[in-house]
């Protein structure tokens, strides 16, 4: 049994009593909140206390899920647990997406974050674990593998000690020597780390006469200012047999040249490469 204030629709309000300890306000007959004789406190039904714990759960009056909003906090073996949680499926429903969120710690163990009861990270005295992947930027994270997922856009950092970019992807290298040259063979991809950008790849020329210079373009990311260019790539050689090295020109442009290696000069033409295979990988900053 329970007392009872009722706030009847017919006769005003009705008070019972009993020895049981227990309390119930009431309106039009149901129950709005009530209070255990352990002084658990239950609010439209929904029993929030165990024994030797305490709590408080709010609910909506409906049993539709999606006008369920609760909050639930409670005392569990020494910790405290922060619960959203729906009368279906321990779901929360917004807009008409479900959302479940867990957050519990006991002594010494980490507190652990969860959405439709699978973990999805957690935190600890040693810092933040996540099962996948973290977003950075208001970047949806990746649904696959585990990382790190940055814009698409860099959103460059005044702070030089922190990391806020990196990409990976594929390019292809254009002539930009002025001949009007189509390779063959090309696979070249680039990894790009802040400002720092790695490009490998190889190309087939086709057989030229032309002496000019051969100039590769189409780099993903153009030089950076200053001496930021300069950047050089180790000595290959093509199928000719020809000792040549990556060589960047100017700041800003996204082409580079092959250096003869002891000439330093001059740099490989078209016809030197005519009808050769070459590979190549280097780096430099970008802007």
């Keep these: 049994m329970t007392s009872t204030v009722n706030a009847s629709t017919s006769a ?25 004789s352990a002084q658990a406190i239950t609010v439209n039904g929904l029993i ?23 909050v639930y906090v409670t005392n569990t073996s020494g910790g405290v647990q922060l619960a959203l949680e729906g009368a279906s499926g321990g779901n929360v429903l917004v807009g008409g997406t479900a959302y479940a969120t867990v957050l519990t710690t006991t002594t010494n163990t980490p507190v652990e974050i969860g959405i439709n009861t699978t973990r999805v990270g957690s935190f600890s005295s040693t810092g933040l ?11 949806t994270p990746s649904s696959s593998g585990s990382g790190i997922a940055f814009p698409a856009t860099q959103s460059a950092s005044s702070d030089a000690n922190t990391l806020d970019d990196y990409e990976e992807g594929t390019w292809t290298p254009t002539d ?7 390779f063959t063979g090309i696979a ?21 006469a032309s002496t000019a210079a051969a100039n590769l373009g189409s780099l993903p990311f153009p030089y950076g200012s200053g001496t930021d260019y300069t950047q050089q790539g180790s000595p290959i050689r093509n199928n000719a047999s020809l000792s040549i090295q990556p060589f960047g020109l100017n700041a800003g442009v996204s082409n580079f040249v092959f250096l003869i290696i002891g000439q330093y000069t001059n740099y490989a033409s078209n016809l030197q490469m005519s009808g050769s295979t070459v590979g190549f990988s280097f780096n430099y900053y970008t802007a």
Excluded at 189 to 195: D, E, F, L, P, Q
Aim: proline share 2%; no cysteine.
């Design 12 to 36: 005003g309000v009705i008070v019972t009593s009993d020895t049981s300890g227990a309390l119930a306000l009431q309106t039009a007959g149901t129950t709005a909140l009530s209070i255990s």
């Design 48 to 70: 929030t206390s165990t024994v030797g714990n305490s709590g408080f759960i709010l609910r909506g009056s409906t049993a539709t899920n999606s006008y369920i909003y609760p």
């Design 129 to 139: 674990s996540m099962v996948k992947s973290i977003g950075v930027g208001n970047t």
């Design 176 to 182: 930009y020597s002025g001949a009007g040259l189509t």
């Design 188 to 208: 070249a991809a680039y990894t790009k780390i802040g400002r720092q950008v790695f490009v490998n790849g190889t190309v087939t020329f086709p057989s030229t």
